[in-house]
């Protein structure tokens, strides 16, 4: 289990009660959460490449040096599923069966746990 300290900003969160590092979006809502009480949620999330360590890291550079120096039109790729110099990529992991992906629904249940929000709380993914 991963354990994040964020007393200084975010009190309310208990190491105990945390269990991926999907907390450190998860617990954004937490103030607002206790102070209007949440309806609804929508968010995003970004990945950095260097998520895949230094493999990722290289594939990244070096492709990003290729691309900028003429050597190619887009970046090969190995480490990543598509080239990420000068893209976005639409998902992290795999989809699930209500068309989210894993990563999107880890967040997803660790802010409604961190906020003690009901498992059917509508958070929208855009």
Same mark, same amino acid.
């Given at each position: 289990?991963?354990?994040?300290?964020?007393?200084?900003?975010?009190?309310?969160?208990?190491?105990?009660?945390?269990?991926?590092?999907?907390?450190?979006?998860?617990?954004?809502?937490? +103030?607002?959460?206790?102070?209007? +009480?949440?309806?609804?949620?929508?968010?995003?999330?970004?990945?950095?490449?260097?998520?895949? +360590?230094?493999?990722?890291?290289?594939?990244?550079?070096?492709?990003?040096?290729?691309?900028?120096?003429?050597?190619?039109?887009?970046?090969?790729?190995?480490?990543?599923?598509?080239?990420?110099?000068?893209?976005?990529?639409?998902?992290?992991?795999?989809?699930?069966?209500?068309?989210?992906?894993?990563?999107?629904?880890?967040?997803?249940?660790?802010?409604?746990?961190?906020?003690?929000?009901?498992?059917?709380?509508?958070?929208?993914?855009?």
């Amino acid at each position: 289990m991963d354990t994040l300290v964020t007393a200084p900003v975010t009190p309310e969160i208990r190491a105990d009660v945390i269990e991926t590092d999907a907390v450190i979006i998860g617990a954004g809502p937490v +103030g607002l959460h206790k102070l209007f +009480g949440l309806s609804k949620m929508v968010m995003s999330t970004y990945q950095a490449a260097s998520g895949a +360590g230094q493999p990722g890291m290289d594939e990244l550079m070096e492709g990003t040096r290729a691309v900028l120096n003429g050597e190619r039109d887009v970046a090969e790729h190995k480490v990543f599923a598509h080239p990420l110099p000068f893209n976005v990529i639409p998902h992290i992991d795999k989809f699930q069966d209500n068309g989210y992906t894993k990563e999107e629904m880890k967040v997803t249940w660790e802010t409604r746990k961190i906020c003690g929000l009901a498992d059917d709380f509508p958070v929208r993914w855009v």
